[in-house]
């Protein structure tokens, strides 16, 4: 089960967003080029992965931005940029483009520092923009708990897109990082649960003052937890029916 778009996309143009993207993506692609070999792969991560035994040893801060910008394979990368673009667009839209850069940067370094504190002296590189979407997902959340998110359910040979208020899939992923968090071995599970959980929760925490400058509650009660324009209308497929004689 996955998102695959929501019922509000902003009215104004979500540049940072869509920079966002291209950077991930465009980096993931010279990496294919410029890195083709073991050797060169393992120093990449080396200088621009968050590896925790390094910065425990005082070495490579720096990688707590430039770790954002990396991914271990493509269905990594479509992942991450598929829910950024669901759920980047409206919060860039309440916050302003520079304000929200800032907000998915302080999500991703605290991502990585909730990763960095469950083991660090783990030699194990992290990577992913995962943190910091986990961060603006989030603060989707505060802002916008009722929004609709049509989600895409496949199990075996059923399929099929049904929309649900923001709160229970983000509320369902977040339990679910926890859980995964609680019951996988730091060390050798391959997703840094808890660079997601805490994400989230910077994520959240950091939307708050938004959240209060807007109303609180009375801005939930103004908007009825949804972004404050009209919903967009996905109407039905164009393909005709065709019946059989």
Known sequence: MFPIRDHNPSERVPYVTY?????????????????????????????YAMIPLLLSQGENYSSLVTSIFLHAGIMHLAGNMLFLWIFGDN?????????????YLLCGVGASLAQFATEPLSPVPTVGASGA?????????????????????????????????????????FALQLFNGFNTDV???????????????IGAIAALPLWLRLGGTAFWERTDGHPDHPEARYGRSSVPRVRRR
């Open 133 to 173: 979407i986990a961060g603006v997902m989030g603060g989707y959340l505060l802002l916008f708990p009722k929004a609709r998110v049509d989600v895409f359910l496949f199990f075996v040979v059923f399929f099929r897109i049904f929309p649900i208020p923001a709160w229970i899939m983000l509320g369902l992923w």
């Open 187 to 201: 060390s050798g599970g391959g997703v840094a649960y808890w660079a997601h959980a805490g994400g989230f929760v």
């Open 91 to 103: 919060l860039e839209d309440k916050m302003g483009h520079v304000p929200f850069l800032a907000f």
């Open 19 to 47: 920079a966002l993207i291209v950077l991930n993506v465009g980096v993931y692609l010279i990496g294919l080029v410029l890195y083709q070999t073991d050797q060169a792969l393992n120093q990449l991560y080396f200088d």
